[in-house]
């Protein structure tokens, strides 16, 4: 088994079957980054001297094939206890390149249920690169592992993300 670590749309139960625990991850901090794959921003972890929440979960070797394919424009890196998919510098790019809503509503829903209203403004707090800005396709997803949010998750994520700027359309 390899001891992988989800700090994004992993934390989210129902986009993955591997399970989990609750755990951090000391050295790392999350980052919105632009690739050339696609054309919005992946969320991706650097190290960096802070902590951040997370899914630690077990994965069967004959499984790593199918999570790596999801994980596609990541490398698995080794921390103390497992490893962690990171968009390498390779794969980055420097261009504008909004955040999907519908990615980061999967995203802020497996935090408010994993870590409570805290984890999610901890989410936000302890993640860069919010420049970007988003992208709402929440009426039409994008994101293929989007997931419905209710009314009230709706209302505390916009009340979260209210200071960060919303652009018209992907570049």
Known sequence: MIQVFGYGSLVNRKTQSFGGERTTLDGWRRVWVATAARPAAFLSVERFDSTIEGLSFPVPPQNLPDLDQREAQYDRVPHDTGVVYSVPARNQVE?????????????????????????????ITTTSGWEHGLYDDRAAPIYPRAQPISAKETELFDAFLALVPVVEELE
Do not use: K, N
């Not at 504008?96 to 403004?121: H, K, M, N, W």
């Open 95 to 123: 261009r504008p390149c909004a955040i999907l809503r519908s990615y980061l509503d999967v995203v802020l829903q497996g935090y408010l249920r994993e870590f409570g209203q805290q984890g999610v403004a901890r989410f």
